[in-house]
Nanobody
Framework: QVQLVESGGGLVQAGGSLRLSCAAS????????MGWFRQAPGKEREFVAA????????YYADAVKGRFTISRDTAAITAYLQMNSLKPEDTAVYYC????????????????WGQGTQVTVSS
């Protein structure tokens, strides 16, 4: 069964950094767009960043632009989200997703989802 497994979440102070990883179980994921979404308590899930596996195209939400960087390692079939200058408002469960996506920020276009990893930023 095709799976996405996130790791790297945790508790960090404001201004700190974390790197999230999303390991895919099948090389077929190298055909897909990989995205990161997040859901804070009491809020809807929102788009964070996405990358075409070729690496030729990335896209970020305005709230994280300049602070977060999405990347991928084709050999490891793993996508990453490097998060710097973290703020308390970045606190959320972070999910990675994959799919044949046309609009990279559109949640419904993603077919595969991981279980999520908690990121907590203290002030």
């Amino acid at each position: 069964q095709v799976q996405l497994v996130e790791s790297g979440g945790g508790l960090v102070q404001a201004g700190g950094s974390l790197r999230l990883s999303c390991a895919a179980s099948a090389r077929t994921f190298t055909r897909y767009v990989m995205g990161w979404f997040r859901q804070a308590p009491g809020k809807e899930r929102e788009f964070v960043a996405a990358i075409r596996w070729s690496g030729e195209s990335t896209y970020y939400a305005d709230a994280v632009k300049g602070r977060f960087t999405i990347s991928r390692d084709t050999a490891a079939i793993t996508a990453y989200l490097q998060m710097n200058s973290l703020k308390p408002e970045d606190t959320a469960v972070y999910y990675c997703a994959a799919g044949n996506v046309w609009i990279m920020s559109k949640e419904l276009e993603y077919d595969y989802w991981g279980q999520g990893t908690q990121v907590t930023v203290s002030s």
